[in-house]
């Protein structure tokens, strides 16, 4: 690891694949987010559920989420897709959903080219 890794990692707190993976538990979320030419500092707070995990067609690592609340630019709550290297603290927010919002496909993401992990619903 060299150390713009160790710095960028400590600096804004940015959320890996395997915390990810590990959230991806049905669990409502918060993360600051920033688009692009944003202040990485800024305070863009987004509430999120978590549904597809993968790499974006631009090679990305991006989370498909359905935005529940939040700071945004555009018309919410709605499907969302995020890259990883945007978001730092992330938290959890009380709740789960039990069923996946109108529209969900459960057999993956056109807009990824590798899907890392999907919800499953009964």
């Known amino acids: 690891m060299n150390l713009y890794n160790l710095a960028e990692g400590l600096i804004l707190e940015l959320t890996n694949k395997e915390t990810i993976k590990t959230i991806m538990d049905r669990k409502r979320l918060a993360s600051v987010y920033y688009d692009d030419g944003e202040d990485p500092g800024g305070k863009n707070k987004r509430w999120i559920e978590i549904y597809c995990f993968g790499t974006s067609l631009a090679g990305n690592d991006v989370i498909r989420v359905y935005q529940i609340g939040g700071d945004t630019k555009t018309i919410q709550p ?28 459960p057999d993956g993401d056109k807009s990824m080219t590798q899907v890392y992990k999907i919800l499953k619903f009964d």
């Open 78 to 105: 709605g499907w969302k897709m995020f890259r990883v290297d945007r978001m730092n603290d992330l938290q959890m927010l009380g709740g789960e959903f039990e069923t996946p919002r109108p529209l969900f496909n």
